[in-house]
């Protein structure tokens, strides 16, 4: 068999594709190698979102420009958000780069490798294509969990963002074609699903008849044996009440929400074009809480958006404190050729977003340590995922609401178990816990 290196930057849709290539590239008899030096084909899979993520691309372009040199038979390709974006200046840059493809051409990836053998000279798609289904995965994929794209696309028109340059317009994969695909997910031994999309909570608006997430929600618990159901990433605009009853009434849904709000302040959400107010979305995590209390919230603030001001900002650490997240991610804003923001006035200096983010962090950190020492003495579900990191003598796995967990394990508890642990210390980045249910008592205690 023929080797396949895949180097994957950027989010949660890029890790599918990238499985979903080697998955098909599989059935063109290659198989993937964690070695570079070994491959005969290299993809990297690319981010846009920001500049500095495609500075990463290039610098491992320029690394593997040297096995190229060595030989020069290996196939080397760029493809998703990157390749879609920049399209010629990717082989501008990077001239020994043989084939550049972005998300609409994934299907396509092996018949573009076989052209790039046999014509012996670079090959670009980044035209678009009909949306399709993808199942196709490597064996080394994880079993236990796994990601789901059930729409590709963004409309937002966001005026600081390329994803509806990059990945084009809204589209919905068939409620019956997602099911299928988490059944046989399921059949291979998963346990917990994320569904995937720019947008995910405009599913199915495309669809004939149309549907909804909280309509997806219903269908995939229907799943046997399958335990856990999360979703991202969200946008405000498009929470509804409905999906808000489908997440406090669908019991595989996790208690668990990422809900990006970008700007505590009106005037820069409004230059943004979110189409939702600071009080909006105060509503929106009300009505959250209320229909789920114990709801672990997270969200993306962007920092140094043009035309920030001091007080501005500071309407951005507010509302981290009103809000009370769980977990923050937090960026710099970075200008994005093609973007609205990018010729707007007022780009604020580097320096000052620097300062900005580390003064974010800095609340960030407080909030989301008051956050987790909730957590302290209460009884929460984990699904088993494997051995801790510091102690192999333990085992590690993730509760509904996402915090890693170690704890002995004890009754016979194995991978792929939903069990109950009692919380016993709260750090950082982890939970310590004390196992309370053997398995089979804890799988039927979700609720
Ligand atoms: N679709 C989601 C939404 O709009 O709510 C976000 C998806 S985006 C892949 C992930 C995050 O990257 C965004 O929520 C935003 O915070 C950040 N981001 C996007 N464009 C950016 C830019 N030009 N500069 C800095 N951060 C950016």
Known sequence: MAKLHVITYGCQMN??????????????????????ADADLILVNTCAIREKAEDKVFSKLGELRALKVQRPELVLGVMGCMAQLQQGTVQKRAPYVDLVFGSPAVARVGELVE???????????????????????????SRLKAYVTVMEGCEK????????????????????AIVAEV???????????TLLGQTVNAYGRDLTPPSDLAELFRRVNDVEGLARIRFTTSNPY????????AMRDVPKVCEWFHLPLQSGSDRVLARMNRGYTRAEYLDLVAALRDAVPELALSTDLIVGFPGETEADFEATLEMVERVQYDNVFAFRYSRRPGTPAAEMDEQIAEEEKARRNARLLAVVDRVTAARSARLAGHEVEVLVDGVSKRNVGELSGRTRCNRVVNFAGGGGTAVGDVVTVRVTDVMPHSLRATLTTVPEEAVCSSR
Request: a positive charge; hydrophobic letters at 30%; charged letters at 35%.
């Open 183 to 193: 059944r046989g997910l399921v059949a291979d031994g998963c346990r917990e699903v």
């Open 157 to 176: 028109h966001c005026t600081f963002c390329v994803v509806p340059r990059t990945r084009g317009r809204e589209r919905s994969h068939a409620p019956e």
């Open 238 to 245: 498009n929470l509804t009440p409905k999906l808000i009853a």
């Open 15 to 36: 890790e599918y594709d990238s499985e979903r290539v080697a998955g098909l590239l599989r059935e063109q008899r290659y198989e993937l190698t964690e070695n570079a």
């Open 115 to 141: 052209r790039v053998r046999r014509e012996r000279r670079p090959v670009m798609d980044t035209a678009e294509a009909p949306l399709v289904k993808i199942t196709a995965r490597p064996p080394s994929a």
